[in-house]
């Protein structure tokens, strides 16, 4: 088969993302051995382990950015190397853990790369297309700020931008590289429920990688842990997140805690 483009992708009633059997390495370090997974319309997930155990590598390889070792990736239910990259940007989005430059922007300027997946070869931004980064950038309480030079801006408002791009772009996958880094906690919690909504309401799904557990067991209902051997266990987040498989995940025992959501962690 050939290359797809936007106009011959169908939508599948499967599973929006799909690992079958992959196995991913790095520096010879195995992130994980024959790993399956699937996510489906409107569910959100979480990606949890310790430092330097391969979550971006695995998260990189899922977007496609990377091969994979072993193993086959699916978005709707078609081989991902078979998207041409234009028809892979309308349908997966990323926010990555540090995406630093040096070339002269302003927010507003930026948000509209978001958009290009939709534009002709030569075309220009729709009033429409305006329309959704005015609303991503107040969603996320940086529209005051749209004329602002993005080297000008704070961690936590490029951490915003971020997350507002891929509100913009409108994809129906998302693959999220610790989406809350130098978030105070109440725009944590603002935003984590902005994505989560954004998603459910449109029958997306989200993959997430995260080090508060907290947050991953409030906000998501599925997680995958990565051990660091090759190993890893993904389910929904009540039966995953339990006391055992958490200290072999940080090495470190873990005590339940109960909250005003549910169910908390914390260090023993």
């Known amino acids: 088969m050939g290359i797809l483009e936007p106009s011959s992708v169908k939508d599948h009633a499967r599973a929006l993302l799909e690992a079958r059997a992959i196995t991913v390495q790095i520096g010879g370090h195995t992130v994980c051995r024959a790993m399956n997974l ?19 590598t695995l998260l990189h390889t899922l977007a496609g950015l990377r091969p994979s070792q072993g193993g086959q990736i699916l978005m709707s239910g078609i081989p991902l190397i078979q998207f041409s990259r234009r028809a892979r940007a309308q349908r997966l989005g990323m926010v990555f853990q540090e995406a630093s430059s040096s070339f002269p922007s302003t927010v507003w300027e930026t948000m509209l790369v978001s958009r290009y997946p939709y534009l002709g070869g030569f075309g220009w931004e729709t009033e429409r297309d305006r329309a959704i980064v005015a609303s991503a950038l107040e969603a996320v309480d940086l529209r005051a700020l749209a004329h602002r030079e993005t080297l000008a ?3 936590g408002e490029r951490q915003r931008l971020r997350i507002a791009a891929f509100l913009a772009q409108d994809t129906p996958l998302g693959l999220l590289d610790e989406p809350l880094n130098h978030l105070d906690p109440a725009y944590q919690m603002r935003l984590m429920a ?32 990565i051990y660091g051997d090759g190993q890893t266990s993904a389910g929904s987040t009540g039966t ?29």
Not at 200 to 221: E, K, P, S
Not at 240 to 256: D, G, K, N, S
Not at 257 to 268: R, V
């Open 194 to 225: 902005r994505l989560v909504d954004h998603t459910r309401t449109q029958g997306g799904a989200l993959l997430m990688v995260f080090h508060d557990i907290n947050v991953a067991a409030r906000f998501c209902d599925s997680c995958l842990l």
């Open 153 to 155: 801006l704070s961690g």
């Open 38 to 56: 699937a996510l489906y319309p409107g569910q959100c997930w979480a990606m949890l382990g310790i430092n330097g155990v391969g979550k971006t």
């Open 240 to 268: 995953v997140l339990t006391a055992t498989a958490l200290a072999r995940l940080y090495q470190h025992p873990m005590m339940p805690m109960n909250t005003h959501w549910g169910q908390g962690w914390l260090p023993a």
